[in-house]
């Protein structure tokens, strides 16, 4: 397993939501809370937990307002701090135990936080623009309590949450993982792209263009890019329609929390969901959960199909740095996914409709579709296309917001002791970015206990982080393997010359 078990009934896990600006006045103080896990804890212990919380955050502001807590660790808890939105706070309390599973690091941690809001935002849109619709906060708590239920969902197994754990040192969340074209199928993608960019006339469409679980093609920004396809693989990708869950590797399949968010007693849900504007640019009256099981399917015309945003409605979602609300169009040939996003503005206008740009799709794509897949496939070296014999890596371009790890599979043959040490180089990185907000190049070394070595070198907003278990390697024998891996496979990027 790649995860440390978190029993979900318990007090190994809590995450909460809460704004600052809310119930500051006595007897108010329930107001404050927008979203609080385990859902069927007293109100005493989410205020508990709520007002330790807060209380840590106006006290580290003292000695740093531009940047308060992110982690705070005590004796048996650690405290995971994300202010998602301007005093919009996320907090994940998570207990220690001595089970050597249970090691994380607590950028992961913040980084599963960032996503979930990260993925709200793109379907809803802000917390604070909820909260200012709805004052009373029966808006928001309606939208992130199944949201964010559903989203843990992906994360349970059985009765227990899975958070990432040390054996997934080497992956990255919150990226993307591109996969490698070769020149004539580039230029193939690239006149396919120029094809789905004028299918809503002389409104730009955008795209998004995944083969596998990997990405292809994006005319979005790198923000955006990074939500979609973290959405596409969850849902909408082949893997994920034939699993029926989650094709993320360090995801498993588990029972249902659904129950448990019905269970729910939010504070202050002053009307029933059913009765509340949707918030995420439809008039259903309901709220959307896109984020549910088993909800999409592959049409007779290719294109993806889902009753989640209501009979026959077009998914919508938010581009961030485009301000910009689109429909969502979802095609699929095999094990290649196209995603559309047509402006909301030129249906609502009337200038076309949904149906068009289907048709757009299939008479004008429909070859290069075929051409672009036949190709991919062709070229397609299955889920070892990225091993490097010898070495267990990590490559992460923080810029780009891109990643590419060796297969999970591969990972898996490191011993504990190897990945118990990258997790701690990393670890070490991940202090000295924080300590040093401005970038520098850094190269840290660590021995393991089984002789192997970690080894991570960080430059100009890229980070390489390897493996190497051949334990008669001295440092210098490791350091020249780290030299030629980025002499080969980096464009020297790393090297230290």
Known sequence: MGMASMSSNGESLKLCVFDLRRGQNEGQELDKILFFYPPDVTFSTQLSVIGLSEGLITFTRLFSPEAACEVIEAERHSHIFHEAEPDIWMVMVVEKNKEIEAIWRVDALQKVLKEVHSLFVMFHGSVRSLLDKEPSGGLIRSHLYPFI??????????????????????????????????????????SLVGVLDSCAGTLRCHSVILFHDLLVSTTLSPDDTVDLFTFSVMRLTSNALSSGTSSWSYLRKGTSLSQTSSRSTSPQLLVSSDSLPSGNGNDAGRVIRPLQHNKWSKGKDGFLVTDIWGKDATPTIWLQQREERVHLLAYQHKCLTLVLLVPTEAIVNGELDISFVKHQVTENASAKILKVEEKLSKGWGGENAYHVSGYRYLLVDNDMEVSRASPSGKVATLAKETLLAVNKLRETVDTEKSRTKEEKDMEICIRAKNNAWAIARVTRGKELYMALEKASDTLLDATDSVQSFSNRYCNGTFSMD
């Open 149 to 190: 239920t559903d989203y843990l969902n992906d994360l349970s197994v059985g009765k227990k949450l899975q958070l990432p754990s040390f054996r997934e040192t080497l992956k990255e969340r919150g990226t993307v993982q591109m996969l490698t074209l070769a020149r004539d199928a580039a230029l193939e993608v690239q």
